[in-house]
T-cell receptor, first 114, second 112 residues
């Protein structure tokens, strides 16, 4: 029973392509996040949705577009991929907006742009 | 500004030895503090958290951490490490804008 799942696990693509990463959680949480982890393991928050509403939208190129069709899903679409987009992307979820709640992470999607 | 500093990029410890990973934070109010662990190729998992009360908190896998307000620190400890503890460890503080502020991580290497 995977709590937070992401597909695909690996994604290798050419520069300029458009790709999507999907995330689903079965924990009944109402808040979901996308993080980017670079090669030095630094974690950077990109977006957060609460009850399908965007609440965190960090300084991210507008080539990145999140979409939350329902509370259990948060997808990330990336247009015109660039070399610098290569990273591991993590989805996470939690209950509510308070920052004292544990975040549950997916296994990550390793994106490689050639 | 809110920030989290993990001064050690990596630490090497012999199996069976004790461990302390350092974390310092900058935050105006009483912080919510977390330690997460990331095993190779995996997502992050919560080890322990501090909100209030007893400043020594116990977590999973035999880890503990101590909150010291006077030093703005929340160091992670384990009395005896196992090879399976080799991982990346992240300290984080709950910020006021719905998100966590993350440290840069400390890579723990275990020598046999």
């Amino acid at each position: 029973d995977t709590a937070v799942s992401q597909t695909p696990k690996y994604l290798v693509t050419q520069m300029g392509n458009d790709k999507s990463i999907k995330c689903e959680q079965n924990l009944g949480h109402d808040t979901m996040y996308w993080y980017k982890q670079d090669s030095k393991k630094f974690l950077k928050i990109m977006f957060s949705y609460n009850n399908k509403e965007l609440i965190i939208n960090e300084t991210v190129p507008n080539r990145f577009s999140p979409k939350s069709p329902d509370k259990a899903h948060l997808n990330l679409h990336i247009n015109s991929l660039e070399l610098g987009d290569s990273a591991v992307y993590f989805c996470a979820s939690t209950n509510g907006l308070a920052t004292n709640n544990e975040q549950f992470f997916g296994p990550g999607t390793r994106l490689t742009v050639l | 500004a809110q920030s989290v500093t993990q001064p050690d990029i990596h630490i090497t410890v012999s199996e069976g030895a004790s461990l302390e990973l350092r974390c310092n934070y900058s935050y105006g109010a009483t912080p919510y503090l977390f330690w997460y662990v990331q095993s190779p190729g995996q997502g992050l998992q919560l080890l322990l958290k501090y909100f209030s009360g007893d400043t020594l908190v116990q977590g999973i896998k035999g880890f503990e951490a101590e909150f010291k307000r006077s030093q703005s620190s929340f160091n992670l400890r384990k009395p005896s490490v196992h090879w399976s503890d080799a991982a990346e460890y992240f300290c984080a503080v709950g910020a006021s804008n719905y998100q966590l502020i993350w440290g840069a991580g400390t890579k723990l290497i275990i020598k046999p």
